[in-house]
């Protein structure tokens, strides 16, 4: 091809065109498309570069009193104040889709338009049963540009972030938009777009207002784009149309996955306002960076010079090869006056497009070849970087003939790979290298970012240091800058001029709040942060000069690399098509572009910036081992505590246990002991509720105390059988005054009352007649069967003692009573009371009152049967101090005692 005329003179900017309204084919798009949507308004020049806000004037979708044209046109010196503006970063919320989500709850809070705060749902604070097993903050806030919520629409979205961007590529100024963020994240569907109608995403949305906006101004394309901003005459290859279909046989193995892609029928109706003096042609490529190797999407697939594709050695699999293609850096001579130099993909295929139709079906085709040669082995994800790149060629209609006035600007569209990390994804082999890759040129771009804003500040203070001292002169200045490592990645290299040419430069940043990776997320926001802060200098591309074309020669051998894709057709799960691909990934030429490479090599500087990298993946390396080790040691931390816990708990349960259980068997044992004794009744007839403590007592006198009362209680209720047969059954039959004995040490001396000193008397008696009864137990049956019984012979001895005390007590009674009757009248206090404490305690009064009524019962029954026999009498009172308390045991006894005597039935309180 001939080359061009060059000229060293380059075209002044010329200003925005005044805003007017279209009603042309744009117009009937809309109305096929969106019937419902009002006509499309006029569109304004954009607002001044340094406005962070990025929300267009103009859009068709807006609501109708929201779009009036603002005739913003600004004024030529404040384009040239307004040098810098920071890269624009929108984060777009991408709603749930369903059950499916990992969690239910947002771990990311919108708190303004432009700020949120991001929690991690693993934070022990919020959640005290979980462990944190990550490093990162765990809260934070973020600012962005502006904040897109789930609800927010495809075409809303498009109008507040990308319309700015095709406005300025159409008035002759590069920009760059990419989407960043984990997997599953949102940026496919933000890029290119869904299925549904009203989903087609941000790339056929400026193709839409792209060609609604340069309808009738379509140039003749005489001249072509070459590189990065160079032009050339047009090939006449350029001027047919170009393929919408993959080559046959590889349409053949995609079967379904032809319809796979977004609505055409979707169409942006949006028309922007251009200066009708120029003329525009429309080229399109489409690149994907897959393993640090640059590919051609729009590349035919090498036929079989025989025809069809290429079978692999197998026969089994088709053959599919394609090559990398080489960066090369632009030369010098296309951007003379700007003096920024970026590198372009060498070789890499372009087309002219003339409808937006041709041009989607176009990125329909690339994005059949990226599924083929990229991602159907793991089609869910992305897993290469892919860039559309659309340039425009602006060239004025008085200048036909002068490619020197031509203006090339591009528009990049990157939808970059997910951004997550190895450990997460598991993946081995192939899909292992990929993420490595993956995550090199990320970091990679980072890095960038990073020296780009450290050295952006230095030259920001150092220039304000220089005004202040009088000295405007900044090369020292720019010599101590840090190198910034586009080159250490084939999408930083490719990326590089927009960051340090006259570029804007868009960020999206998409983030599915219900995903599980709240560290990668969280990473993606600290990236966002970092790129905010970088500025970028957008101006309008120069003209550009017309060099020769470039005879580079590809001399070196390419090194393939094999590797199988299985193509399989359908939804998730369905089979209803497989086959299996063998790609052939050829690599570039060597040395390709050396010869150009104009960028000072210092092999040095190359050496440190891989020891940095180097150093910088073993940092991360050795954070994510320290993340998971502490996560491992707080693990197994937890269980010993929880193992620990539980013996714990295992244990006192059992103290517990064993502790309810000797108490009870102690109790059991002294009640037991009182049964047997026949001090104690069933335990059924246990009073309800104790008796108030006078003093302090032990435990064991407690339990005796108990144990007395209900002694007392039995003792009125001794027809219980139990309580009979606990006595019959004792084996302590016959100790009972010994352990009565012992029961009494603990009882306190009741307060003398004059009742009690009869009480005592009887008590003394009765100690006596116990002991005398001990004794004389052996040889009762015996006497009982000479007709006398023992018992009887004590119990005379008894009654005529406790006679002789009562004869005492009437006595003293009667010393302080003239009037004596006794047992008529209530019996005045004696002098001689012991104590002055007011009632006896019921523990004592009970045993007391028992006592007593057996001796009133006694007096009674002598006051009411005088004339009774002493033996009768005798037994009676016996058969009381024995406390049988049947009537039935009572007069077998009595019975048994007066053997062929009449007997006489008693009654009374027995
Ligand atoms: N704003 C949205 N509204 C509705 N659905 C969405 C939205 N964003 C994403 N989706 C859906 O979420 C799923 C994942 O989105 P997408 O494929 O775009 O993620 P991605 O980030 O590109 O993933 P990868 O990096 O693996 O390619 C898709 O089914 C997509 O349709």
Redesign the pocket.
Known sequence: MSRAPSRTATRPKTPAAPPTTRSTRATAAKTASAPAEPPPKKTTTRKPLVSKDNATETSANAPAAAKKPKAVKKPAKMVEEEQTENIMAYL????P?GDDEPTNTPYLLPLSESSVRMTDPNDPHENAARFRMSAATPSSIYKFSKVFL?A?A?SD?FTKTTLPLVRDVLQGQNGLLF?Y????????????G??NEG?AGILPRSLDVIFNSIEGLHGSGKYRPVRLQGVELADKSDSAPPPVAPAPGVAEVLGQHMDAAASDADIDPTVLTLDRNYEYTIWISYAEVYNEKVYDLLDNVQENPAGGIPRSNSGKSLLLTRKALPLKPSPLSDSPDSGVTGKYISGLRQFRVHSAAQAKGLIKLGQLHRRVFG?LANR????SHGMVIIKVVRGHRGERDDPTSLQIARLTLV??????RTKHTQTTGDRLREAGNINKSLMVLGQCMEVLRSNQRKLAISLGQDAFDGRMDTRDVKRGLALVPFRHSKLTEILMDYFVGDSRAVMIV?V?PYDTGYDENSHVMKFSALAREVYVTPAPVPAQRVPGKSKQAEAAAPKPYRRKVTISTGGPGERAHEAVLEVLEEDEADGAGSDEDDEPINPLVDALFDEVEQLRMQLYESEMRCAIIEAEVREEVMKEMEERMAKMEKMYTLRIQNEVTRSEEKTDAKIDMLHQSGLFASPVKRPQQPPPRRYEESDEEEDVETSLMEYGTADETSDDDESERARSESPLAGKRPAVIREVRKFIPDPPMLPSDAEDAAFTESENESEEAEEESDADSESVADSGVSGSEVEDEDYQEHVTDDDDEEDEDELMLSPTKTPRAKPRPIPMRVASPTPAPAPRVSKLTRELRGMKLAESEAEESDAAESTTGKRKKRQLGKKKIVTEEEVERAIAKADQGRPVRRMTGRY
């Open positions: 777009r919320l991408r709603p889709l789930p927010t495809q979205f989407a963020g984990v997997t599953n994240s949102g940026k496919t569907y933000t890029v290119q869904g299925k989903s991602t869910e994800s992305s897993r939808d970059l790979a997910g951004s997550e998409n599915n």
